[in-house]
């Protein structure tokens, strides 16, 4: 499959854990997206690679919230010390696109990760 | 910051029904405009987009949708819907000058077979 895959597909951690999350997007974009969906709402943007750069922040995205992607491969969202409100679906998505400026290209979204913080 | 409205939380229809799905936006700049849709189990998916050109957009499976600047909207349609387009869909706003897509809340449809 060639599509965005993303690790683990369901966590459940206690309060105040670290966990982290793995996407590994479409081999050949160089582009990648980290969104957080909750009940009853659409996807809300998190933040932006284009390779390994981090090019866009969310003020959505906390100090807890931490993103990678050291090769300009795959990427890591950890998120410190887990509050229940960040119980969540977590989706990545990927796209490629010329360097700078909007994206014209499709955005490809991965099944997500759903977390649950007790 | 932009902000996108979707009018209806849920729709059901009957199959053969024509269907509009409502989508406004507040921006005052350019946009590039996007439905996805997300059939039940499955990942997100582009039903279409808009960048430029002409405002009547066409995407997958009969779907299209038209911008209408004026009124900041882009409302999706079908002339006629089927059982298997039972879905979530989500109508999304891109600024042209970054890569923060705001999604609406998203809109139920059910079909009725």
């Known amino acids: 499959d060639t599509g965005v895959s993303q690790n683990p597909r369901h966590k459940i951690t206690k309060r105040g854990q670290n966990v982290t999350f793995r996407c590994d997007p479409i081999s050949e974009h160089n582009r990648l997206y980290w969104y957080r969906q909750t009940l009853g709402q659409g996807p809300e943007f998190l933040t932006y690679?284009?390779?390994?750069?981090?090019?866009?922040k969310s003020r959505l995205l906390s100090d807890r919230f931490s993103a990678e992607r050291p090769k300009g491969s795959f990427s890591t969202l950890e998120i410190q010390r887990t509050e229940q409100g960040d119980s969540a679906m977590y989706l990545c998505a990927s796209s490629s696109g010329l360097a700078g400026g909007s994206s014209y290209n499709e955005q490809f979204f991965g099944p997500g990760t759903r977390l649950t913080v007790l | 910051a932009q902000s996108v409205s979707q009018h209806n939380h849920h729709v059901i229809l009957s199959e053969a029904a024509s269907l509009e799905l409502g989508c406004n936006y507040s921006?005052?700049?350019?946009?590039?405009l996007f439905w996805y849709v997300q059939y039940p189990g499955q990942h997100l998916q582009l039903l279409l987009k808009y960048f430029s050109g002409d405002p009547l957009v066409k995407g997958i499976k009969g779907f299209e949708a038209e911008f209408i600047k004026s009124k900041f909207s882009f409302n999706l349609r079908k002339p006629s819907v089927q059982w298997s387009d039972t879905a979530e869909y989500f109508c999304?706003?891109?600024?042209?000058?970054?890569?923060?897509?705001?999604f609406g809340a998203g809109t139920r449809l059910t079909v009725k077979p």
């Open positions: 921006y005052g700049g350019t946009v590039n």
């Open positions: 690679f284009q390779n390994e750069a981090q090019l866009e």
């Open positions: 999304a706003v891109m600024p042209y000058n970054n890569n923060d897509m705001r």
